[in-house]
């Protein structure tokens, strides 16, 4: 499939791929909506804590990268694992211009997001672990292993099966009790597959170009 670099409304990159008109991040500004959904409406939740983090679609690294800068100024303890069934290469990952738009002294740090081992924990500072591992997401079988996902799958427009409930409900068996999962779409389908996981879901306001996202919470049990 046909790959090229673009750049977003916020000065960013990705990755868009024309055959399906869809794009790793959203086209109004990768950045800014990764900062929206997984940091402002995710992390900032956790805020204080050694917290497990998974994120489902590892992809070009922004998300990670993005936890990585800013846990680092609060030395907040992350245990990172990225899920990709397809990995981005090297090369393309360093046409990435997150990290002069981000931190620009941490260029090497994204580098060796891309470059070290799948299936292998790797520190990147004392209270940063980064474990990626090649996998599809219907085949993950965690259990209470985590206690915030960042879902940042392809759209429901092209892959609907990444947002069925059986999908969901292996979602919540992987958190914790009180973990969240956030993602930056909202449609009635994904909310109702995640009510029938058992989540608790609520509607919030989207990033830059987009009305609403959702966030999901695992209650105890």
């Not at 260029?107 to 790797?122: D, G, I, T």
Request: a negative charge; charged letters at 25%; glycine letters at 6%.
């Amino acid at each position: 499939m046909k790959r090229e670099i673009i750049q977003t409304n916020d000065g960013s990159t990705t990755i868009h791929l024309p055959e399906w008109n869809e794009s790793y991040h959203s086209k109004h500004g990768a950045i800014q909506e990764a900062y929206h959904v997984f940091i402002k409406n995710g992390l900032s939740l956790k805020e204080g804590q050694a917290i497990s983090i998974l994120e489902i679609g590892f992809g070009t690294g922004l998300n990670c990268f993005i936890t990585f800068v800013e846990t680092k100024k609060t030395n907040q303890e992350i245990d990172y694992v990225g899920v990709e069934a397809y990995p981005v290469a090297l090369d393309e990952a360093m046409q990435m211009n997150y990290p002069k738009e981000i931190a620009e002294n941490e260029l090497e740090v994204f580098k060796q997001m891309h470059k070290v081992s799948w299936e292998q924990k790797n520190n990147f500072s004392d209270n940063f672990a980064l474990t990626k591992r090649k996998q599809f997401f219907q085949d993950i079988d965690d259990e209470n292993a985590f206690d915030l996902i960042y879902f940042d799958a392809f759209g429901f427009r092209v892959q609907p099966e990444l947002w069925s409930e059986e999908v969901f409900a292996a979602m919540y068996k992987a958190l914790r009790a009180n973990g969240v999962l956030v993602t930056y779409a909202c449609r009635t389908s994904i909310k109702s597959a995640m009510l029938s996981a058992g989540f608790s879901v609520e509607k919030l306001p989207g990033a830059p170009g987009k009305r609403e996202m959702l966030r999901a919470v695992k209650g105890f049990s």
